[in-house]
């Protein structure tokens, strides 16, 4: 038996769980902190975020009170209402019922005047062709 067959023999007859060796990996340190305080938090979000504009106004100007934001939404909700409304103004309804749909996909379509159709436009090749007879006839 060559070496290799014998490294590999001696890790199969290994017991499970120690026919690899491992090397241990080192413990992460566990850094004890104490809990950061929400002024604290917010502190250094802000400093994170330095270049936003939102950012910079809110250090310059404080924070925007809450009543802001619902007027904000007050705002936005009736506009999308009114837009709504003009919305339904200016489409007119449907004068057409909606079509029912058809049993199979490609089925063709059968219009009423189709026999109507087909009847002219039969006539109109018969006529043309007596007409064409007629001429042929003189003509010899």
Known sequence: MTSTQ?????VLEAPRGQRFTRTPA?????????PETFAEREQRLLRQMVGNPKVAHRLKNGAVPEWMAV??????????????????ETEPDDPFP????RGRHR????WRSDWAASTLTFGMALAAGM???HVTALLM
Do not use: F, G, I, L
């Open 71 to 88: 007027d904000k939404d007050r705002r936005e909700h009736a506009e999308r209402k009114a837009r709504q409304a003009r919305r339904w």
């Open 107 to 110: 089925a063709p379509r059968w």
């Open 131 to 133: 007409v064409v007879s």
């Open 26 to 34: 080192p413990s992460p340190r566990r850094v004890t902190m104490a």
């Open 6 to 10: 014998m490294r590999v023999r001696s």
């Open 98 to 101: 909606p079509r029912r749909p």
